[in-house]
């Protein structure tokens, strides 16, 4: 499947704040998160060799508040790793997210780079479970 570009270009772009602020009015949730799509940009080597740090990195945005999702992705088999992936941020606007992902030691060093983008999260479900005394956590 092939995209034209001319015919993307001549789309009339809607605004993100009047798309959010449409979406809020029919009820939608409207959650606006940022997602850093990270891929290879050096060697496996470099990638695993910032891969201390990385975690490091993430556990303290996940303390923090500012890390709502992330983790790696597979090739297009589903069969292999790539060392691509994927981070939801949660920050107070786009060049604050854009920050979050300018500072990830792996984004820093080289070994990856990333494309940011806007997510509005309007349907779906989440379904979590805690077992308060088994300590189990599961997620659907």
Known sequence: MSINIDFLRSIKMVAWADYKSEAKKRGALALELFVAH????KTPEDVK???PDHLVYQARLEAQGQLAFAGPMSDETGEHMQG??????RAASFDAARALAEGDPMHKSGARS???????INEGSLNLSVGLSTNAVSMT
């Not at 990270?38 to 940009?41: E, G, N, V, Y």
């Not at 691509?84 to 941020?89: A, E, N, T």
């Open 49 to 51: 060799a910032a891969l």
């Open 114 to 120: 990333f494309i940011l983008r806007r997510w509005m």
């Open 84 to 89: 691509m992936g994927l981070i939801i941020y």
């Open 38 to 41: 990270s891929t290879p940009a």
